[in-house]
């Protein structure tokens, strides 16, 4: 979450900067609810003894860790499955491919 700048809608990944627009920057607040440190997409759950992940994959005033790819690729598609006119969902490649082209899938 250090990695943050709110101000600027962006946030450093890597190198680089990843940008995003002002809905986003609406939906952000609730997501991090207050907190200040740690990663920002976390686990409903905490990790069980036999499974420690690294400090850095832990928010530090929770306890929760880092959201999985997995887990935030199921989520992904069950939350669209209404807008998949197969009724499968799309998965997180499928939204990385269409990143800044016409949404396709509400039409």
């Keep these: 979450m250090e990695d943050l700048d709110l101000d600027d809608l962006r946030a450093r990944a890597g190198r680089t900067w990843v940008s995003w627009r002002s809905g986003t920057a609406r939906l ?15 686990s409903s ?3 069980g003894p036999a499974r420690t992940p690294a400090q850095a994959d832990l928010c530090p005033e929770t306890g929760r860790r880092r959201l999985s790819y997995e887990r935030a690729e199921y989520l992904f598609k069950e939350t669209t499955k209404a807008l998949d006119r197969a009724g499968e969902g799309f998965t997180l490649g499928q939204l990385k ?3 800044g082209a016409p949404c396709g899938w509400c039409g």
């Design 28 to 42: 952000l607040p609730g997501l991090l609810a207050g907190r200040t440190r740690g990663p920002v997409f976390l």
């Design 45 to 47: 759950r905490r990790p």
């Design 97 to 99: 491919a269409r990143a």
